[in-house]
């Protein structure tokens, strides 16, 4: 028993955790919602983001650099306020995403109510994003939905 969970800790800590996902984000302005599938993968400071449905499209950030590539294979490299922005909601994804983190976060207020963890954010994450619903269960957390200053959402569902 001892050596399986050696080798799959060993196996978490060498290839970093990674999970397949569904990401729905209402646009308030447009009153329109967009559906995407990916995978999120982070890996000591770096994080990559992998959507393969409608259309591929990858997110690389390491904390302070912001990369995009699509399907043509062509990188782009955020910059300013675009690249400022993604770093915080990528940051947040992975607090959120950190079941120890979420309950001792300096970025949020938390109210539990059983497997329902309601955040208010603080400071200047507060300017953007106002809220979130995060469900859990067995410690794990399954999904999480994000309300935005600008009445937008962003829902993240583990599959």
Known sequence: MRVILIVLFLHVALFGVSYE????????????????????????????ITYEKPKYKQIVTDGKNVSMKGKSG????????AQLYTNMFIMIMTKIDDFDELKTSRDFDVEVK???????????????ILSAKVVTKDSKVLSYKLFMKNDDTLEIVKR
Not at 21 to 48: M, R
Not at 74 to 81: A, H, P, Q, R
Request: hydrophobic share 35%.
């Open 74 to 81: 062509k990188v782009f490299n955020l910059k300013g306020k």
């Open 21 to 48: 996902f569904d990401e729905y984000k209402f646009v308030s302005a447009a009153g329109t919602e967009f559906e995407k599938s990916g995978t999120i993968s982070f890996d000591g400071n770096k994080t990559i």
């Open 114 to 128: 059983k497997e329902l963890y309601i955040l208010t954010f603080k400071d200047e994450i507060a300017d953007q």
